[in-house]
């Protein structure tokens, strides 16, 4: 059997594998130091991050609904500062990528939390202008083009680190969002984030959570995922790393095979701590299966039999 | 290498597939369910839940916390209600069947206490955490205690809690028990009449909230187990926290799964 290289270069970002898990569902990666070894991840996107502490929302912050799950956290976390001094050194201490995750309320926010991160060992910066459940910034910059150039392009300036934008589904048009950041200079492009959804419950008749809307994620969000990986493949030419409710190896193949060069685990950290190698000894055994000997070769590949 | 296969019992520190010895329906809607410990170190203590697959696949995609009710060498009991469709097929398991669970998780209630009078309330399903925590304090000669369990209508568990102590007040909104109506009447009789070294509660979070409240009143140490809707269990996902003080007159969200689930009440900021 051929060797298979299952390392990944995200334009400039090397990965010695295309798993890594996603921003808010994987902490800052202690929490799951009794369950895996962080060694065999690819990348850990960390928790999102914001210039100053954020308490983050009321409860409730949870419902679970049909294959999925709405959350409403709000971006809790305790600061970039207090990150690099308490969270970094830990997480260093592993051969992974060190992905950090930044929000902001402003475009200055964006670029001085870029500005801080950038002088510190840190591996990428992925530039959330996706989150939905924050009062300003978050997805408002990631819903019209001009915007989410002009956060890129500001962002960019300010930081030689490898730089990803994570892409809020919740838009007409992803194509035309995905060229605006590619055309700003980002080297990666990350997406979903969770789609904008509700929960009611009928005896009370309130919503299940505090603020109303929340972040839909989990197996139900896949297919949507997956065209967008899909249609964003067809109109960049800068890596994509796929993530919306993969729980499986077989979810991420597909995943590849609409255009991803690497994956992220969200949810699925949620139920299976464990899940990240399980997915990556599956991809390892898929690729040996189909004869291709790297994810290079099964990026894109899916054929659309009336095209 | 994957879990998914056979029955075998499978281990990576805090994630086992777990028989079921025993589950037997002790009231309406609740279930009482002996599972084996996946190993003699199993070590899991009063306060600590486990969080378990209730169904096959993505359905239902999160885990249910449950908290241990009761332990000895080989098994544990959780004691489950069935109040929506993950504890509904968690219930419907039978003998022989394996579970997936995570734990043990969260933190204990404080037992470090040698001698003195404690005064243990739990309301509805919040009774069962405090059944591992009776059990222990038992062990101890010169910890006295008393216990009010309150339930909406029939009781469940009480004889389980007299194996461990004599003195324990039935409160119902039924009638025909040792009192009508809820557990903080009672409660605060019993402070008011009797001092008490520290209180342990568990129950809804309108009833904990009194139990602190009156608590605090007369100058009682109490120890709150809280419930709460959780995702992971392990304190990444942050969408099980709960309101602490922190300093002079800041407050900050924790994580009730992970720097919880026992809090003291001075610690804890309930919304009105």
């Known amino acids: ?307 | 290498m994957g879990r998914s296969i056979g029955r075998e019992v499978y281990t990576l520190e805090k994630n086992y597939l777990c028989e079921i010895l025993e589950n037997q329906r002790i009231a309406h809607n609740v279930h009482r369910i002996k599972i084996k410990k996946p190993s003699k170190d199993f070590k899991i203590q009063a306060g600590q839940f486990i969080n378990i697959k209730c169904g096959e696949g993505d359905f239902p995609l999160l885990r249910r916390p449950i908290s241990i009710g009761l332990t000895d060498e080989e098994s544990m009991i959780v004691y489950v209600s069935k109040i929506g469709k993950g504890t509904k097929l968690l219930c419907d398991k039978s003998k022989g069947e394996f579970i997936d669970i995570l734990g043990p998780l969260g933190n204990t209630f404080n037992v470090d206490i040698e001698e003195g009078k404690v005064l243990i309330v739990g309301g509805g399903i919040g009774v069962a955490p405090l059944l591992e925590l009776t059990r222990v304090l038992s062990q101890k000669d010169d910890v006295e205690m008393k216990l009010i369990l309150g339930y909406r209508d029939e009781p469940f568990i009480v004889e389980e809690f007299k194996n461990y102590v004599d003195n324990v007040i039935v409160v119902s909104e039924k009638e025909g028990f040792d009192h009508k109506g809820y557990v903080i009447a009672p409660f605060e009789k019993e402070l008011r009449e009797n001092s008490y070294d520290e209180v342990f509660s568990c129950g809804p979070e309108p009833m904990l909230k009194k139990i602190k409240e009156i608590s605090e009143e007369n100058n009682t140490t109490v120890q709150l187990l809280l419930e709460e809707r959780m995702a992971c269990g392990i304190g990444a996902c942050l969408v099980c926290t709960c309101k602490t003080k922190r300093g002079e007159d800041d407050w900050n969200y924790v994580r009730i799964c992970k720097e919880g689930p026992v809090f003291y009440g001075k610690e804890v900021i309930f919304d009105e």
């Open chain 1, 1 to 307: 059997m051929n060797k298979i290289d299952l390392s990944v270069d995200l334009n400039g970002l090397k990965l010695k594998n295309p798993i890594t898990v996603a921003s808010g569902t994987f902490g800052f990666g202690r929490e799951f130091i009794d369950y895996i070894d962080l060694n065999s991840l690819g990348g850990i996107m960390v928790k999102g991050l914001t210039l100053e502490e954020r308490k983050g929302n009321p409860m409730p912050r949870v419902a679970e609904t049909p294959m999925g799950m709405l959350n409403s956290v709000g971006l809790q976390n305790p600061g970039v500062k207090y990150f690099i001094k308490e969270e970094m050194p830990f997480l260093k201490q592993y051969d992974t990528k060190i992905i950090g995750n930044i929000n902001g309320n402003t475009i200055e926010e964006y670029c001085e939390i870029a500005d801080i991160l950038s002088k510190t060992s840190i591996d990428s910066l992925e530039l959330n202008i996706s989150c939905p459940n924050v009062k300003e910034g978050g997805v408002s910059f990631g819903r019209d083009p001009d915007m989410v150039y002009k956060v890129t392009k500001a962002v960019r300036e300010h930081t030689d680190k490898h730089l990803i934008v994570k892409l809020s589904p919740n838009v007409t048009d992803i194509k035309e969002i995905a060229m605006a950041a590619e055309k700003a200079g980002a080297d990666c492009i990350s997406l979903i984030n969770t789609l904008i959804g509700m929960a009611i419950d009928i005896n009370k008749e309130v919503t299940v959570l505090a603020r109303g809307m929340g972040g839909l994620s989990g197996p139900a969000i896949k297919p949507v995922a997956l065209r967008m990986v899909y249609e964003v493949f067809n109109v960049v030419s800068i890596p994509i790393i796929g993530m919306g409710g993969i729980m499986n190896y077989e979810d991420a193949i597909e995943f590849f095979l609409a255009g991803a060069h690497a994956i992220s685990i969200g949810t699925g950290n949620l139920i299976n701590p464990r899940i990240a190698i399980e997915v990556l000894e599956g991809i390892g055994q898929h690729l040996a299966e189909k004869g291709y000997r790297s994810i290079e070769g099964i990026k894109g590949k899916v054929k659309v039999p009336s095209k």
